[in-house]
């Protein structure tokens, strides 16, 4: 028998941007390593961080998130963190050159879409090349989704 795979309690999500695969198409996606100060891992690992409105860009050839907020930790007010400081991100210069191109088309963004501590227990950003839906996209993807949920619902009936 096959056994199954226990979750590691070093590997959870974080912080999740919901709204980006509403609010854009999602056209390539890359994990990047985060640099973050020892207070802003502890905050993480409570789950109170937002993404939801952050982006990243790429300034003097390094790639940088901006406007996450890491909410400060009571225990740490002495040494303490920015709330929303300018993170660095860690990737390769091949992937740093491939991101630099996709965001160099018109209309393409760097959007976070998860922060999540992977199976080492280290904290990682999810990011993806993206580009602006307009509202006719958002109603024509709704109403795609309510159709396959629909169909589904049929099948599940009558099958």
């Known amino acids: 028998m096959a056994q199954k795979k226990k979750s590691d309690p070093n590997s959870r999500v974080a912080a999740e941007n919901r709204k980006a695969r509403h609010n854009y198409f999602i056209e390539d996606d890359l994990e990047a390593g985060i640099m ?61 050159a491939r991101l630099w191109q996709g965001i160099g088309r018109e209309g393409m963004t760097l959007v976070p879409l998860k922060l999540y501590f992977n199976e080492k227990g280290i904290a990682k950003l999810q990011l993806g090349v993206a580009k602006g839906k307009k509202l006719a996209d958002k109603r024509d993807t709704e109403k795609q989704r309510d159709w396959n949920r629909q169909k589904q619902r049929l099948l599940r009936e009558r099958g």
């Open 36 to 96: 973050l100060a020892g207070s802003e891992v502890k905050s993480l690992r409570e789950g109170r961080a937002n993404i939801a409105e952050s982006y990243a860009t790429v300034e003097g050839g390094e790639l940088w998130l901006i406007n996450a907020y890491i909410p400060a930790l009571l225990q740490a007010q002495t040494w303490g963190h920015e709330e929303r400081r300018r993170r660095k991100l860690l990737v390769h210069k091949r992937q740093l």
